[in-house]
């Protein structure tokens, strides 16, 4: 039996453990154990203009406001989940933080309401090996949430791209720069798009596609991530 069946079985026959962590019970009407709901690193980047995401995306694009529900930690719960959701099919973590950062946003004097939802699009061969789009589960769950229209192909990636890390910044931004592809800018144009992607690191992804959706005609951006490293 292949490691993946044996984890799916596991999850069958125990369907109520913790999301972050896969050892103790889920707290009824939670999706984390007590223990993980008490150390979960949420940011206050909901609350404050200044943060670690606006920060880093200072005078590369007009940003309405951007922010991370998650602080990112190298092998902490929070790169549990992302690894989970991302690399074994585990869905559902990237709905419950949809729904999460719906309720932040939404006490949130600093995001209004966004138009339109856009996940950072992955390539379709990347697409197709791995099923689906870590972001768009993310995307869809907030927008569902929040009831502001999604859309999964106004972007597409149309090139694939290497790693960016351990690449100065400008080496990183003009590597991705004509990577993403807008298909249809009416659904972007004049409108407050909420860019949305799992994990900000070095950004320049990010970056490189809130660029492209701000030349198609975009009014304003946000950025929501579930999680953004320090
Ligand atoms: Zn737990």
Do not use: W
Request: aromatic share 6%; net charge positive; proline share 3%.
């Amino acid at each position: 039996m292949s490691k993946t069946v044996l984890h799916d079985l596991f999850h069958t026959l125990f369907p109520d453990l913790c999301l972050a962590c896969d050892r103790l019970p889920k707290v009824k009407s939670a999706s984390f154990c007590v223990e993980c709901l008490h150390r979960m690193p949420y940011t206050d980047h909901f609350k404050i203009k200044e943060n670690r995401v606006t920060q880093h995306f200072k005078g590369r694009f007009v940003l309405h406001h951007g922010a991370a529900i998650l602080r990112f930690s190298e092998g902490g719960m929070v790169q549990n989940m992302l690894h989970k959701l991302k690399y074994k099919g585990r869905l559902e973590i990237g709905e419950i933080m949809g729904k999460i950062g719906a309720e932040r946003l939404l006490h949130s004097n600093l995001f209004g309401k966004p138009d339109i939802i856009i996940p950072v699009p992955i390539h379709a061969k990347k697409l197709k090996k791995r099923g689906y789009n870590q972001s768009t589960i993310f995307g869809k769950g907030l927008g569902f949430s929040l009831d502001i229209p999604f859309s999964e192909d106004s972007v597409i990636k149309a090139l694939e791209t290497e790693s960016q890390t351990g690449k100065s910044r400008s080496e990183r931004v003009n590597n991705v720069s004509d990577v993403f592809v807008i298909k249809d800018p009416s659904v972007v144009k004049d409108k407050h798009v909420l860019v949305v992607d799992d994990v900000v690191t070095t950004g320049a992804t990010l970056e490189a596609c809130c660029i492209k959706v701000m030349e198609a005609g975009a009014a304003t951006i946000s950025i929501l991530c579930i999680a953004a490293t320090e």
